[in-house]
Each structure stands twice: as structure tokens, then as C-alpha cells.
């Protein structure tokens, strides 16, 4: 079996499930009662904090790749990059139905276009607000157009320069999420310094390794004879 069979029958598969898994564990634990006190807070904080992971991880395969020499990591970063995004919609939509319209009329249903409009208009409201929302919702909306354009017909529309462009959001979602975090938190912030501690090295080591590659490609001039003399 060749490495890219690999690749595709085994180890992607493998991620998948393991990436379903948080979600999985929640909803066993939220149907068993085995969370904390106040279980949508713990399901609001966990959906979260595995956004937050998974944009880390994204993050890490170029730094791996390039330290490692194994390119076919890259693979990886789309689905890594998907998840990310799917556990922050989960996260969003937790936050929209049981805090934002937990205090609507909902007279008219909870499917009725006067319900989706008033909900929209909260949300709205508490992201202009409320700053650690608004951090949360950039992050994001961040998000958003990478998923949308994450598939090969995408970067065949965009070109690869505009696509990788479109792609570096990912650094202000990272950036935005851990702020996000950050205000989030009351007390105890280690959690959210640890994460952003990572963001800022993983970022880091984009910048340094873009200097140095710089320094490398640009050509020394050449060494007249009088000089070796």
C-alpha cells in the first residue's frame, strides 16, 4: 500500500472519528447528566475551547511540516481547518438559542420569520455590545469564508496567490478567539495565556522562517579578484 493510500483509507478516517469525538462525549454526557451544574455551560465552554484547539492545530502543520520534512501532513490541514470551524458554529448556536433567545416573545414560534429576525437583531446587538462577543463572532466570521472556499474548485476560482491571501485569516480568527477567551475568563486566565501563548508562537515561526528563507534567496555579490589578492 503506498504512502497516499495511506494516507486516504487509513489515517484520514482515523482523524475524523477522533475529531467527532468531543462532540460525541458531550452529547453521551449531557443525555447521562454526568456535567457539572450547569451543563449548557459546560457544553457552551467545551465547543469553544475545541474551536480553539483545532485552529491551533491547523496552525501547527506548516511549523511540523517544515521542521519534519513530511509534506503530506498538509493533507490534514483542511479537515483540521473544518473542524475547527464546526465546533465554533456549534459554540455560536448554543450561545444564539440559549442565550440570546432564551429572552425573546417567542408568541409567534420559534420557526416563525418574526422569531429569526428578532433573534438576529439580538445577536447583533450584544456583538456591538459586549467586546468578548464581539471578539468571538470575528473569529468567527473569520472562519467562515475559509470553509466556504476550503474545496480544489475554490482555489481553481480564486487562483492560488488569492486564495492563499483569502487563507491568512486564520491568523486574526486565532488571534480574535483567544482574545475572546481571554475577556471570557473572570478569574483563572492560565487557559486562555496558554493558547495564546501557542497562537503566538505558532505565528511566530511563520515570521521568523519567512525572514530567514528571505535572507537565504537573495543573492551574494560576487567577490572581485582584487579582493582575493
Given at each position: 500500500?503506498?504512502?497516499?493510500?495511506v494516507?486516504?483509507?487509513?489515517?484520514k478516517p482515523?482523524?475524523?472519528a477522533?475529531a467527532?469525538t468531543?462532540?460525541?462525549?458531550l452529547?453521551?454526557?449531557?443525555?447521562t447528566g454526568?456535567?457539572g451544574?450547569?451543563p449548557l455551560?459546560?457544553v457552551?465552554?467545551?465547543?469553544?475551547a475545541?474551536?480553539?484547539?483545532f485552529?491551533?492545530?491547523?496552525l501547527?502543520?506548516?511549523p511540523?511540516r517544515?521542521?519534519?520534512?513530511w509534506?503530506?501532513l498538509t493533507?490534514?490541514?483542511r479537515?483540521l481547518?473544518l473542524?475547527?470551524?464546526?465546533?465554533?458554529?456549534?459554540h455560536?448556536?448554543?450561545?444564539a438559542g440559549a442565550?440570546?433567545?432564551a429572552?425573546?416573545?417567542?408568541?409567534?414560534?420559534?420557526?416563525?420569520?418574526?422569531?429569526?429576525v428578532a433573534?438576529?437583531k439580538s445577536v447583533v446587538?450584544?456583538v456591538?455590545?459586549?467586546p468578548f462577543?464581539?471578539a468571538?463572532?470575528t473569529?468567527?466570521?473569520?472562519m467562515?469564508?475559509?470553509?466556504l472556499?476550503s474545496t480544489?474548485?475554490?482555489?481553481?476560482?480564486?487562483g492560488?496567490?488569492?486564495w492563499n491571501l483569502?487563507h491568512?485569516?486564520?491568523y486574526?480568527?486565532?488571534?480574535?478567539?483567544?482574545?475572546?477567551?481571554?475577556?471570557?475568563v473572570k478569574?483563572d486566565?492560565?487557559?486562555?495565556?496558554a493558547y495564546g501563548?501557542v497562537v503566538?508562537?505558532?505565528l511566530?515561526?511563520r515570521?521568523v522562517?519567512?525572514?530567514?528563507?528571505?535572507r537565504?534567496?537573495?543573492p551574494?555579490?560576487a567577490?572581485?579578484q582584487?579582493?582575493?589578492r
Amino acid at each position: 500500500m503506498t504512502s497516499d493510500r495511506v494516507v486516504r483509507v487509513l489515517l484520514k478516517p482515523v482523524l475524523f472519528a477522533a475529531a467527532l469525538t468531543p462532540i460525541v462525549w458531550l452529547a453521551w454526557s449531557v443525555y447521562t447528566g454526568n456535567l457539572g451544574a450547569d451543563p449548557l455551560a459546560d457544553v457552551t465552554h467545551e465547543t469553544g475551547a475545541w474551536a480553539l484547539r483545532f485552529l491551533c492545530a491547523t496552525l501547527a502543520v506548516t511549523p511540523v511540516r517544515r521542521l519534519t520534512g513530511w509534506n503530506r501532513l498538509t493533507r490534514f490541514r483542511r479537515m483540521l481547518g473544518l473542524f475547527a470551524f464546526f465546533y465554533a458554529t456549534v459554540h455560536l448556536l448554543i450561545y444564539a438559542g440559549a442565550d440570546r433567545l432564551a429572552g425573546l416573545d417567542l408568541s409567534n414560534g420559534i420557526l416563525s420569520v418574526q422569531t429569526a429576525v428578532a433573534l438576529a437583531k439580538s445577536v447583533v446587538d450584544d456583538v456591538r455590545k459586549r467586546p468578548f462577543i464581539t471578539a468571538g463572532f470575528t473569529a468567527w466570521a473569520c472562519m467562515l469564508p475559509l470553509a466556504l472556499t476550503s474545496t480544489a474548485g475554490w482555489i481553481r476560482r480564486l487562483g492560488g496567490r488569492r486564495w492563499n491571501l483569502l487563507h491568512r485569516l486564520i491568523y486574526l480568527s486565532a488571534v480574535a478567539a483567544c482574545v475572546h477567551y481571554y475577556w471570557l475568563v473572570k478569574s483563572d486566565i492560565r487557559r486562555p495565556l496558554a493558547y495564546g501563548a501557542v497562537v503566538v508562537l505558532l505565528l511566530g515561526f511563520r515570521i521568523v522562517w519567512s525572514r530567514v528563507n528571505r535572507r537565504v534567496s537573495i543573492p551574494q555579490p560576487a567577490t572581485s579578484q582584487r579582493s582575493l589578492r
